[in-house]
């Protein structure tokens, strides 16, 4: 059975960075293509980013593009979300994702997710 575990999140004061890892045990993440999901309270949650099953290529939401950088240790079984310039409006929990689809870019590509780590920014 696949498992994913988040890790990093906190509290953090505006345009300070974290950076969030995500485990995968259970199979080779290698296996997957994966990507970061965040659900801020009261609304939908939302798509930031994902990376290919080789870490070569990634792909960002605009709304972080420029200030989030995912990357991938395959040998560590890991993905990590580096966050800068962080903002109030990125306070979420944020979650891991993996996919069996050759790219993450919406909710039904998922198919296992991580338990969530709350990030939140103080103004």
């Known amino acids: 059975q696949v498992q994913l575990v988040e890790s990093g999140g906190g509290l953090v004061e505006t345009g300070g960075s974290l950076r969030l890892s995500c485990t995968v045990s259970g199979r080779t993440a290698s296996t997957y293509a994966m990507g970061w999901f965040r659900q801020a309270p009261g609304k939908e949650r939302a798509f930031l980013g994902s990376?290919?099953?080789?870490?070569?290529?990634?792909y960002y939401a605009d709304s972080v593009r420029g200030r989030f950088t995912i990357s991938r240790d395959n040998a560590k079984n890991t993905m990590y979300l580096q966050m800068n310039s962080l903002k109030p409006e990125d306070t979420a929990v944020y979650y891991c994702?993996?996919?069996?689809?050759?790219?993450?870019?919406?909710?039904?590509?998922?198919?296992?997710w991580g338990q969530g780590t709350q990030v939140t920014v103080s103004s």
């Open positions: 990376i290919s099953r080789s870490g070569g290529r990634t």
């Open positions: 994702t993996a996919s069996t689809e050759p790219q993450v870019r919406v909710i039904s590509d998922v198919a296992y």
